[in-house]
Each structure stands twice: as C-alpha cells, then as structure tokens.
T-cell receptor, first 110, second 112 residues
Framework: NAGVTQTPKFRVLKTGQSMTLLCAQD?????MYWYRQDPGMGLRLIHY???????AKGEVPDGYNVSRLKKQNFLLGLESAAPSQTSVYFC?????????FGPGTRLTVL | SQQGEEDPQALSIQEGENATMNCSYK?????LQWYRQNSGRGLVHLIL?????REKHSGRLRVTLDTSKKSSSLLITASRAADTASYFC????????????FGKGTRLHILP
C-alpha cells in the first residue's frame, strides 16, 4: 500500500498563475483533508471532505477550491496564486480519528 | 475554533533523559491525539486518548489527559536521537469526529 501520496512535491508559481495539487489514498478512507503549514503556525485546515462528492470549508479556505469526484482522490486548486499562499501543503485521510498524512508539497509563489 | 497549545515551544535534552510536553485546549473534546513530524516530512500519528480515559501507554510513550484542567501531557522515556522531531497535539471536537484542530507544536531536540 502506498498510503497517501501527493503530486507534485515542489512547485514554483508566479503571482496570478493557477495550479492543482493532487492527493490520492489507497486505504478506502472516507475522510480527506488539506492543510497548510507555515513556520510557527502549526497546521491549519483549508478544506476537507467526509465522503465522495462532498467538500467543506476549514479554517483558512479563501483562495482555494477543492473537489472529491472519486473517493480515493482529493484535489486542491489555486485559481490565482498569491505570495501569501507560499507554504507547505499536506493532505491527510482518515477512516476514523487517526489521520494519515502525505509527504507534502512545497509551493512557492513569486 | 478550539486549538491545542503546546508547551514548551522548544525543548533540548540529553539522550537517555525523559522528555515531557504539555498541551492545553479550550473547549470540550471527544479525544486528543499526539502526532510527530520529522523535519521535512508529513505527520505521523502516535497515540489517541479519549475524553473518558486518564492515561494511556504505547511503548516509550505515556499520555495523560485531565479534562477538568483541559490539558494533556506526552512523556517520552529514555529519549533517543531518533526522537528529535516536532510534536503536535490535536483535539477532536465533541460530536464532530470528522476533523481535528492542531496546535503549533513542540520542537524536541535530543542531544548526543
């Protein structure tokens, strides 16, 4: 089992560009999450999903959109990237309580 | 939103010593979890303690929970160099098992 995988691992964008981060899990988990981690801020929840076809806003959803068309995939989109979105993005999934994390995507917006 | 606050923010101890980290939170919880993050990696789940439990052990880890004080502690005994990492507590809201809120973490450094 691969667990939780994230694509890409690194990305540099210019302000105003768009991109999509892909998260995939092979554990048949219902719940999936997108977090961002900034120095000294811990992890902050961006959006999450409690099942295929569902999405919900987390603590810091502005500037991001998500989709969960398939149970195993959770996509995070940035429509118009801003320097404030420079961060490390983590995806996680859970069946109940314990969350399993991907390796992260380091995004820099210039 | 509720959030766990870890204390201290950073901790350096000698290898072999015990390390204790604390977490305080604000509102009623269903459970509290501890995670470890090695530098540049994703978080790894360590242990979960439910609101009706007071203490839990897993290998060299001991977690306590005091719901009256809204606090938890993580004790790592006989520390090793490989324990160098950041440790986060995360609280699950009462009746909301679909998401948890992370604290800002404690950076633990084990000195050789």
């Amino acid at each position: 089992n691969a667990g939780v995988t994230q694509t890409p691992k690194f990305r540099v964008l210019k302000t105003g560009q768009s991109m999509t981060l892909l998260c995939a899990q092979d554990m048949n988990h219902e719940y999936m999450y997108w977090y961002r981690q900034d120095p000294g801020m811990g992890l902050r929840l961006i959006h999450y999903s409690v099942g295929e076809g569902t999405t919900a806003k987390g603590e810091v959803p502005d500037g991001y959109n998500v989709s969960r068309l398939k149970k195993q995939n959770f996509l995070l989109g940035l429509e118009s990237a801003a320097p404030s979105q420079t961060s490390v993005y983590f995806c996680a999934s859970s069946g109940f309580n314990e969350q399993f994390f991907g390796p992260g995507t380091r995004l820099t917006v210039l | 939103s509720q959030q766990g606050e870890e204390d201290p923010q950073a901790l350096s101890i000698q290898e072999g010593e015990n390390a204790t980290m604390n977490c305080s939170y604000k509102t009623s919880i269903n459970n509290l979890q501890w995670y470890r993050q090695n530098s540049g990696r994703g978080l790894v789940h360590l242990i979960l303690i439910r609101s009706n439990e007071r203490e839990k052990h897993s290998g060299r880890l001991r977690v306590t929970l005091d719901t009256s004080k809204k606090s938890s502690s993580l004790l790592i005994t006989a520390s090793r160099a490989a324990d160098t990492a950041s440790y986060f507590c995360a609280t699950g809201e009462m009746n909301r098992d679909d998401k948890i809120i992370f604290g800002k973490g404690t950076r633990l450094h084990i000195l050789p």
